[in-house]
């Protein structure tokens, strides 16, 4: 039996990690903040958490896999952070829409970030939406090192 992760998320020793990199790699590509903030390693993770935006990401496996997921992420795709944290991320989008993803991930993985795109999305129970004026961005360590790419946006509507 395996045994669960009684810990919120952001206390997870990966997932302080991962913050950190989100919150960094963010600013090294846009010149802006992620997020204001000020305190620990683990008061960033927690405010990343609860941050009033989306903000996902996934790893560099050859078919991506979500390695964050904040509570709005989880409350818009309806999957639990063990869930989220499992699915390959072409799965955050609609088959038909797979060329589109495809094309702004390469685009990010070149530039380093893409800005003020939309797109539409696909909920785990197939409530679709779209998302208005995300940044994707390539996440990097302190040392540049690639740990996969981020997206966060603040407005998205349903549709259909």
């Not at 810990?7 to 950190?20: D, F, K, L, M, R």
Request: proline share 5%; charged share 20%.
């Amino acid at each position: 039996m395996r045994l669960m992760n009684l810990q919120a998320p952001w206390q997870q020793e990966a997932v302080i990690q991962q913050s950190q990199r989100l919150w960094y790699s963010f600013q090294h590509w846009t010149g802006r903040s992620l997020l204001e903030t000020q305190g620990t390693a683990v008061e960033l993770a927690q405010q990343m958490f609860e941050a009033p935006f989306v903000l996902i990401s996934h790893g560099t496996e050859p078919d991506p896999i979500f390695n964050y997921a904040n509570r709005q992420a989880s409350a818009l795709w309806e999957l639990p952070w063990e869930q989220f944290t499992q699915m390959p991320s072409r799965l955050a989008a609609e088959p038909l829409r797979q060329e589109e993803r495809d094309r702004l991930l390469a685009e990010t993985a070149a530039k380093g970030f893409v800005s003020n795109f939309s797109a539409i999305r696909i909920s785990s129970t197939g409530k679709r939406f779209q998302i208005e004026n995300a940044v994707i961005w390539n996440v990097v360590d302190e040392k540049n090192q690639p740990h996969g790419q981020a997206a966060a946006f603040w407005n998205y509507k349903f549709i259909d």
